[in-house]
């Protein structure tokens, strides 16, 4: 009798669990909170911005996954897990069995200390806006619309800050700026991607950001919300018609709480992502913990997706956790981060030069890169990714090379199965079998699926197809 497999959450890491299930003997459940079917949350600010229509965004539809003999259940509210009974009860009473039971709920928004944001009837000042999920850009969009519209027929443009100078706050921030808002933003760190980059490839993209127009406050707080704007701790008062909220998330951990599972920041798992309190219950994404670290990022959360894949189809799968790719991808603005290239030990080789708005920074462990930070031009991400995840020895002057950018004619030397896209895990291999962009449905998603890719596929799609 086929597993019964209950996937609470509907979000990024289930669709790639319930694709890497397919034809595996399971009958899969997937309760999605929201009443959208899963999409990727990376490009909202590209919905924002205007660039892509929302509906672009979905990853699965319900018919793909009714195709698959899976249930989606949107709009289903997980109230608690009944572990005796091995059994979760929905909001409505509903009760549904599972053998396998896996947490992917993801995080949840938190709102900043600032006074002013609540009002006294407990509803949200109309000028915040938290910016985490589909619904949450449709209801900025709405409320934007009408403050554009009049800025341009009075010449003057609305206003926005944005609290948060972490990757999606940039994100949203340069959205706002397409679309004709003024926008600042502010950080409490001393400097912005605080969690991803150094001092120095902070500076630079804060210059490049100033560069673009946007006005950048680091090292200062929001501390409250009037009429005239909202103060910082520094004593600026920053006149605004919107304030948005990308700072401040959690683990989404009730769940597991309230049904006695080991939960520290996330829900702790061990190697085969299960909880180390009950080792039928799974957690994957930004609700795991593992190795006492929890991920905010799409790459990371698809492996495990497809590691607790394996695992559900009884092979020997186990996920180490090391390998870490975040990446930003903003009009204007392009950063990569492998691995942590602030705290990694090794040798490190590292170019700045804020006049072209880039920064360069690899640590090497061994002769093998254990991290990296790229800032600005991203020409070498493709190649840096391939020698970070398969710790390629390197020769004593090829870590310098790498920090130069690429000539935009040479050739790209990777063989078929080197992974171009990470995030939706497109091969160099796949684009090499693909006589033009619009007839690769694999070059199709790493260009649309992460948002991080595109430009390194579009540059590569000429190049591979020409040598086949």
Do not use: K
């Amino acid at each position: 009798m086929p597993e019964r497999v209950v996937v609470v959450g509907g979000g990024m890491a289930a669709a790639r669990l319930a694709e890497s299930l397919v034809g595996a003997d399971v009958r899969l459940t997937v309760l999605a909170d929201e009443h959208h079917a899963p999409y990727n949350r990376i490009l909202l600010s590209a919905v924002l911005e205007g660039t892509h229509p929302a509906d672009a965004l979905t990853l699965r539809s319900p018919a793909w996954f009714a195709a698959q003999g899976f249930e989606l259940r949107l709009g289903a509210r997980v109230l608690e897990i009944d572990r005796t009974a091995s059994e979760v009860v929905l909001v409505d009473g509903e009760r549904i069995a599972f053998d396998r039971l896996v947490l992917a709920c993801g995080s949840i928004p938190s709102l900043p200390p600032v006074r002013g944001l609540v009002r006294r009837d407990g509803t949200l000042d109309p000028r915040v806006h938290p910016f985490r999920s589909l619904g949450d850009c449709h209801r900025l969009d709405a409320a934007l619309g009408p403050l554009v519209e009049h800025g341009l027929s009075a010449g003057n443009a609305p206003r926005a800050v944005v609290v948060g100078g972490g990757l999606l706050g940039l994100q949203v921030a340069r959205a706002l700026s397409v679309r004709g808002v003024s926008t600042e933003v502010v950080e409490g760190a001393d400097h912005l991607l605080a969690r991803q980059l150094g001092p120095r490839a902070g500076a630079v993209l804060a210059r490049d950001l100033r560069r673009l127009g946007t006005a950048v406050y680091t090292g200062a707080r929001a501390v409250r919300l009037t009429d005239a704007g909202l103060h910082l701790d520094n004593g600026a008062v920053l006149s605004t018609d919107l304030v948005v909220l990308t700072a401040g998330g959690r683990p989404s951990t009730a769940l597991a709480r309230r049904a006695g599972l080991m939960v520290g920041r996330g829900v702790v798992v061990d190697r085969t992502l299960a909880s180390v309190t009950d080792d039928r219950i799974h957690a994957i994404g930004d609700c795991a913990e593992h190795r006492r670290r929890t991920t905010g990022f799409v790459a990371p959360a698809w492996e495990q997706a497809e590691v607790l894949a394996r695992v559900l189809r009884g092979e020997d799968a186990e996920y180490d956790g090391r390998r870490s790719v975040a990446r930003l991808r903003a009009t204007g603005l392009d950063v990569a981060v492998l691995g942590d290239a602030e705290g990694a030990d090794g040798d490190v080789v590292e170019v700045t030069n804020p006049i072209a708005g880039s920064h360069r920074r690899l640590v090497l462990h061994g002769g093998r890169v254990v991290a990296a930070a790229l800032v600005g031009n991203l020409s070498r991400v493709g190649l840096i990714t391939q020698l970070y995840d398969r710790g390629t020895l390197l020769g004593p002057d090829e870590p310098g090379r790498l920090l130069l950018p690429e000539p935009a004619d040479a050739p790209a030397p990777l063989p078929d199965d080197a992974e171009v896209c990470a995030c939706a895990g497109v091969t160099a291999g796949e684009i090499r079998a693909c006589s033009s962009m619009g007839e690769c449905a694999d070059v199709t998603r790493a260009t649309t699926g992460c948002g991080g890719c595109a430009d390194v596929v579009r540059r590569l799609v000429g190049t591979l197809s020409a040598a086949t």
